[in-house]
């Protein structure tokens, strides 16, 4: 079964510093790896998933991630962050056979500081 | 875009009641999930299913059974409420990928649910 760990519950940082948000996952066989964000009380909203092909995968609001099979890790990354970029960020894994359900990490708080 | 329904945004159970959250999607999708978010645990899987009549527990299953007569509903029970039970429940749809349709999940509002 999967796994997933998000090594970061709190990053504090200040507004326009670049951020990274640690993922690793845990996997047999291959996998999709996905980033959610929830902003305060709202929903959950994919910000950005990857399922084949490139590595390197953007969102539409300059984060990106890489996914690393060696190192089995997801990374979340954006070079300057803004004080909206404030919110939970989780980490998610399917196996891409049997019944590929979504296993989350524990989620990583990113709090902008102006 | 697939929509992912959950019938109450808030709901306040008493301790012992059983409780039926319910939610519906509208793209005949097989795989369907029942999730609850408590904060610095993420989103911890409870039972899913894989067609009608068809679940299998997740990680928390404990004090918890679902139920899907039909594709698109799936709907979690509650059988005797717990103050620990209070939490966010989250219910998502998978989609396939096929057809054009690239594959993803698709979640629903959630259902705050407090039980007293």
């Known amino acids: 079964a999967q796994s997933v760990t998000q090594l970061d519950s709190q990053v504090p940082v200040f507004e326009e510093a670049p951020v990274e948000l640690r993922c690793n996952y845990s996997?047999?066989?291959?996998?999709?790896l996905f980033w959610y964000v929830q902003y305060p009380n709202q929903g959950l909203q994919l910000l950005l998933k990857?399922?084949?092909?490139?590595?390197l995968v953007e969102s539409i609001n300059g984060f990106e991630a890489e996914f690393n099979k060696s190192q089995t890790s997801f990374h979340l990354r954006k070079p300057s962050v803004h004080i909206s970029d404030t919110a939970e960020y989780f980490c998610a894994v399917s196996e891409d056979q049997g019944a590929q359900k979504l296993v989350f990490g524990q989620g990583t708080r990113l709090t902008i500081n102006p | 875009d697939v929509k992912v329904t959950q019938s109450s945004r808030y709901l306040v159970k008493r301790t012992g009641e059983k409780v039926f959250l319910e939610c519906v999607q509208d793209?005949?999708?097989?795989?369907m999930f029942w999730y609850r978010q408590d904060p610095g645990l993420g989103l911890r899987l409870i039972y899913f299913s894989y067609d009608v009549k068809m679940k299998e527990k997740g990680d928390i299953p404990e004090g918890y059974s679902v139920s899907r007569e039909k594709k698109e509903r799936f709907s979690l029970i509650l059988e005797s409420a717990s103050t620990n039970q209070t939490s966010m429940y989250l219910c998502a749809s998978r989609v396939p990928g096929t057809g054009g349709i690239i594959y993803g999940y698709t979640f629903g509002s959630g259902t705050r649910l407090t039980v007293v």
């Open positions: 996997s047999s066989v291959s996998v999709y």
């Open positions: 990857y399922l084949s092909g490139s590595t």
């Open positions: 793209m005949d999708h097989e795989n």
